[in-house]
C-alpha cells in the first residue's frame, strides 16, 4: 500500500512481465479522501504488443496512513473521453 499519493500507481506485472503502465496521472482532488485521474496502457493478450491509452480514474480513502483504493471508472476508449468532454461541456459551459 502507498502512503503518499506520489507513490500510488497502476503499473502491474504478471509472472515478472509488466502488463500494465502508468504514462502520466493526474491529482484531481487531494486530502483525507483523493481522486486521481491515471494514463494507462496495457498488454494486448492476442499480440503482445501495447493496446490504446486508457484513462481510470480512481478514488482511494487514506486510513491509518495508508491510501486504499475505494471506488474506480474507466474510460476505455478514445470515443468515450469525448463524450464525457462534450457532457462536461455542455453541463459547465465556461469550461475551455
Not at 27 to 47: H, N, P, Q, Y
Not at 78 to 92: F, M, N, P, S
Amino acid at each position: 500500500m502507498a502512503e503518499t499519493i506520489d507513490e500510488l500507481t497502476l503499473d502491474y506485472e504478471e509472472n515478472g512481465r509488466q502488463v500494465r503502465r502508468t504514462l502520466d496521472k493526474a491529482v484531481l482532488s487531494k486530502g483525507a479522501w483523493s481522486t486521481i485521474a491515471f494514463l494507462i496502457e496495457e498488454i494486448e493478450r492476442d499480440s503482445d504488443d501495447w493496446g490504446d491509452k486508457k484513462v481510470s480514474i480512481r478514488r482511494y480513502k487514506k486510513f491509518k496512513g495508508e491510501y486504499r483504493e475505494q471506488s474506480r471508472f474507466n474510460i476505455s476508449s478514445e470515443k468515450q473521453a469525448q463524450a464525457l468532454v462534450d457532457v462536461l461541456r455542455k453541463w459547465y459551459p465556461d469550461i475551455k
